[in-house]
Nanobody
Framework: QVQLVESGGGLVQPGGSLRLSCAASGSIFNIYTMGWYRQAPGKQRDLVATFTEGGITNYADSVQGRFTISRDNAKNAVYLQMNSLNPEDTAVYYC????????????????WGQGTQVTVSS
């Protein structure tokens, strides 16, 4: 069993900043990729940023240069620093992990957090 718990969402004015955090817990053998997706009302869930085990990061074009993803492997945690926020960034942000468990190290699993609301509004 794996649990991803997010924190750090909230209400912020345009141009402001927020930092999201996500920590994974459970009988985890290895986490290969961690990242963030977001879903605005009435829209599909879209990739925001990912961070691979090897240190490769990937960003959506819409957040490139404004958001920074980081990762702490020792804590099984991933973070998203969001700067220069605008109303189009308003969404529920979901933490994501691609991992294996001690009980079956050959099966890759995807795990999601419960989501944290980010609202950008004046």
């Amino acid at each position: 069993q794996v649990q991803l718990v997010e924190s750090g969402g909230g209400l912020v004015q345009p141009g402001g900043s927020l930092r999201l955090s996500c920590a994974a817990s459970g009988s985890i053998f290895n986490i290969y990729t961690m990242g963030w997706y977001r879903q605005a009302p009435g829209k599909q869930r879209d990739l925001v940023a990912t961070f691979t085990e090897g240190g490769i990061t990937n960003y959506a074009d819409s957040v490139q240069g404004r958001f920074t993803i980081s990762r702490d492997n020792a804590k099984n945690a991933v973070y998203l620093q969001m700067n220069s926020l605008n109303p189009e960034d308003t969404a529920v942000y979901y933490c994501y992990a691609l991992l294996t468990l001690h009980s079956d190290v050959n099966t890759y699993l995807t795990s999601w957090g419960q989501g944290t609301q980010v609202t950008v509004s004046s």
